[in-house]
């Protein structure tokens, strides 16, 4: 995941304009938003993070740093503004610093422990400035100079402020105010003289002289193509040069120091495309031995001195022993190789000082050129592995990983002249190979305990510093109360003397002169306020608040306000004025709402809330909508995702009930089948329970919690011939021993409801947890008609989906056809409507079955006179 840099110059220069009419500054945003977009058309900018930082002081002058988003990082770009000194050293020590706060808490620099090329956070510095004098609180700067002192801790483990896998590449904007006769130079942008191209050398980057739009664009497309992921490494020749080649030109014969000599270049390290990350197995060795007795580590330079010798040697490699292999960055050094034509061949590479006996160290790797001699690649090999590869080769072949005694004593040898942080990696190489156990567990890695102690010291306090500037980053400095007034003693100015008439006239020769009477430290202390831009100017009190541009309009405003006879107060800003908003801020909607007053609850909070979707005030909130039940009835309850046999709630693929609110309406299994077929008519016993005493005349307004009986019909007329019927048809008249005695016999268990009277007495059934309450009659046939026809809606859903379902098991169908609610019209409407569901389907058989239960319907109404129920 690279991380980009964006190093802006704010100083006051960067307010020039060049002949396009814009400011440097304008155009710096410009050119950021430019390479963002041609970022962008590569895949792998998806992990790409984006800082900035500015010339203020730090930590304001880091506008997104970690922790912001990408919105944060355009907002805080497009709200930079030219002021201040050209601070470029200070300011890209902040950079620097940021980069690398992170860095002893995750562990990438590995200190004393190896350099490891895939322990990486690859980053680019781009640096955008006008090139001008370095001007500081000290005065100006002909160098560029970066400050010692540093928050950060760690910082003295490293020589230079910067990593290997930083680079710092500087766009210096030369574009001129005046629009240039001459044609413009083709080919490559040519590198600026100022101090900031010697800072980008060293880091491994370069700086580009900008003078126009067009070479602009070709700088930025040059940057896109820098963005890798490898690390910096400076490659040095040691020892005498290679016999030249036999048809070698005679430029190449020349004595005396080559650019191929001593290359200052990159190493690719490609991450892992299935986990893309990159995947190493060696380090580079340190440039020194490390000592158990030594207190603390030597400073490493940013980038290894990696010396290769020009003597031709055999590459070595051996099956199950892993290596590294890097591509380095086309140089004159890749091109001299590459010239040579042996690709058989390769030179060795040493850190000089990483032996314990040696200046020059053992070698751990080779440089070679690719077979088909496009590329020069980095092998990194164990160390000294000239030795310890051919010892591996005859574990592996002579001895079959069963080693003899001389092998194990020269393996000995070979572990001596090793650095201790190879044990890890070596051990991980002979776990690959097949033989774990030629390493003792107990070896050590080489680092005293207070060099350890100090590193994990180090680590606790940058995670400290770490979350202290996070916190800060966002924050604006705090305005100065003011320019204090210094005494600098001497001669007392007339302006401060009350009698400062009297001292005219004395001076004019007009008055004697009066004697000295002030005290010197009168105004000590004394503060000059500062102008505060955050304040809108009044522009009736002060005129020198008006801009000189602005003047015109402040004229033509008081004008009309004087002769506006109609308002009796002024008004300072007129209508135009207060709805005039900045182009920049006209599309910043969430700040409005952030800054409007919260807005009063809805009155009915049931209904969809309406989104705030600037510009289509007419969507809803599709979430909050309710579903009608024609279309419920059309497409069925909403289970995306399951088949249509299934059923998340109920076993007999009911859809999931609704909690009722009123005792009323506590329908219980009213619409769910039930596991035995539905209670015989009532017998002549049922009917005599209490002939030996007279009905008395309850009205019952709870039904059972847990049962609604189907054989109870809403219609008076035809249902219950005898009795009044206004009081029939809004009542229910219940025998609780009656509604006892049939949940028994469908649940096949005793009721949960126990009689409230003794022995002959009537028990009537009553809920614990309900109170009685008598409705109207005809509030109450309202109630239980709607409820009939909610309990009928979502049969006939379960009823269609069970028609749709292939083959021939209409069993279900039934069942729950004896379910049904209301009266005997409404049953046979409702059955005429399945029977036509079921012609859509062409379910014949299922038809069939249909019309001879309505034909049995008919026939029982017609012989029972419509009390027997279904």
């Known amino acids: 995941m690279p991380v980009l840099l964006f190093l802006i110059d704010t100083s006051a220069s960067m307010n020039q304009r060049t002949h396009l009419g814009t400011t440097y500054l304008d155009i710096a945003k410009g050119a950021v938003e430019t390479f963002m977009k041609l970022r962008g058309r590569d895949p792998a900018s998806r992990g790409d993070r984006y800082m900035l930082v500015n010339f203020e002081d730090a930590p304001f002058g880091i506008k997104a740093g970690w922790k912001e988003s990408h919105a944060t990082f355009m907002t805080e770009l497009r709200n930079l503004q030219a002021t201040g000194l050209t601070t470029f050293g200070q300011s890209l020590r902040t950079a620097f610093d940021l980069l690398n706060l992170n860095r002893l808490v995750t562990g990438i620099d590995n200190y004393g422990q190896g350099r490891n090329p895939f322990f990486l956070e690859p980053a680019i510095i781009i640096a955008i400035s006008d090139g001008n004098k370095l001007t500081g609180g000290s005065g100006v700067q002909d160098e560029l100079h970066l400050p010692l002192t540093t928050p950060l801790p760690g910082s003295e483990l490293t020589k230079e402020p910067f990593r290997w896998d930083q680079r710092l590449f500087a766009l210096v904007l030369r574009i001129p105010g005046n629009a240039s006769v001459e044609p413009e130079p083709l080919g490559g942008v040519p590198p600026d003289d100022s101090p900031i191209t010697p800072m980008c050398e060293v880091t491994g980057g370069r700086s580009y002289s900008v003078f126009s739009q067009r070479m602009l664009n070709q700088c930025l497309e040059s940057l896109v193509q820098k963005i890798q992921s490898g690390v910096v490494i400076n490659f040095e020749k040691t020892g005498p040069d290679p016999p030249p080649l036999e048809d070698a030109p005679a430029e190449a014969l020349k004595s005396g120091l080559q650019p191929w000599h001593c290359c200052h270049k990159l190493i690719y390290v490609r991450p892992n495309p299935k986990t893309g990350v990159p995947i190493g197995h060696w380090p580079i060795p340190e440039a020194f031995w490390p000592d158990q007795n030594s207190p603390t580590l030597p400073p490493r330079s940013a980038h290894p001195q990696v010396r290769f010798s020009c003597a031709d040697a055999e590459p070595m490699v051996i099956d199950k022993v892993p290596f590294d292999k890097y591509e380095l960055e086309p140089s004159p050094l890749t091109q001299y190789i590459l010239e040579r034509k042996s690709p058989h061949t390769c030179w060795q590479v ?177 503060h000059l306020a500062l102008l505060n831009k955050g304040l809108k100017p009044q522009s009736f009190r002060n005129p020198y608040d008006i801009p000189r541009s602005h003047l015109l309009d402040q004229l033509s405003r008081m004008r009309r306000n004087l002769l506006n006879t109609t308002v009796c107060t002024l008004r300072g800003q007129d209508s135009d004025q207060l709805h005039s908003v900045p182009i920049a801020q006209m599309g910043n909607y969430q700040d409005f709402l952030k800054s409007a007053p919260q807005p009063l609850r809805d009155a009915d909070p049931e209904q969809p809330k309406r989104l705030h979707t600037f510009g289509n005030p007419f969507k809803l909130d599709k979430k909050g909508m309710m579903i009608d039940e024609a279309d419920e009835f059309v497409t069925g309850p909403q289970n995306k995702g399951k088949r249509p046999g299934e059923s998340s709630n109920m076993p007999g693929g009911g859809p999931k009930r609704r909690r009722c609110m009123s005792p009323l309406l506590r329908l219980g299994r009213a619409y769910t089948p039930p596991v035995t077929p539905p209670a015989s008519p009532r017998h002549s016993t049922d009917m005599d329970l209490n002939d030996g005493a007279p009905e008395p005349e309850l009205i019952i307004n709870h039904l059972n919690q847990n049962h609604y009986s189907p054989d109870t019909n809403s219609d008076p007329e035809v249902d219950h011939p005898s009795g009044p019927a206004d009081l029939q048809e809004n009542h229910t008249t219940a025998d609780p021993q009656l509604l006892r005695h049939k949940d028994e016999e469908e649940n096949g268990v005793p ?120």
């Open 350 to 526: 040493f850190v000089s000082n990483s032996a314990k006996y040696s200046d020059l160290g053992q070698p751990f790797g080779y440089l070679k050129a690719s077979t088909a001699l496009n590329c020069v690649n980095l092998f990194v090999m164990p160390y000294n592995y000239p030795v310890l590869l051919p010892l591996l080769d005859d574990l592996i072949k002579v001895h079959k990983f069963k080693p003899t005694l001389k092998w194990r004593q020269s393996f000995e040898n070979y572990l001596k002249t090793m650095p201790p942080y190879y044990i890890g990696s070596l051990r991980k190489a002979l776990r690959i190979m097949g033989a774990p156990n030629l390493l003792a567990e107990n070896m050590e890695y080489g680092l005293s305990y207070s060099v350890v102690s100090y590193l994990k010291k180090l680590s606790q306090q940058t995670k400290i510093e770490y979350d202290r500037l996070i916190a800060s980053i966002g924050k604006k400095p705090a305005p100065e109360p003011g320019i204090k007034v210094r005494w600098r003693g001497g001669g007392i100015s007339l302006a401060q003397r009350r009698d400062f008439i009297q001292q005219l006239q004395s001076l004019t020769g007009e008055a004697p002169a009066p004697t000295l009477e002030l005290n010197p430290k009168e105004f000590q202390g004394f």
């Open 751 to 870: 009721g949960s409801c126990e009689p409230l009277g003794g022995e002959g007495g009537v028990e009537m059934v009553l809920m614990a947890d309900q109170t009685t309450r008598f409705l109207s009659p005809a509030a109450l046939k309202k109630h239980i008609h709607g409820e009939t026809t909610k309990v009928n809606n979502e049969l006939r859903v379960l009823i269609t989906k069970e028609i749709r379902k292939p083959g021939r098991h209409y069993e279900k169908i039934f069942v729950l056809l004896k379910q049904i609610q209301g009266t005997l019209d409404t049953r046979l409407i409702f059955l005429q409507n399945i029977i036509k569901e079921a012609a859509r389907f062409k379910k014949r058989v299922l038809i069939e079955q249909l019309e001879n239960f309505l034909e049995e319907i008919h026939n029982r109404s017609n012989t029972m006179n419509h009390v027997d129920m279904l």
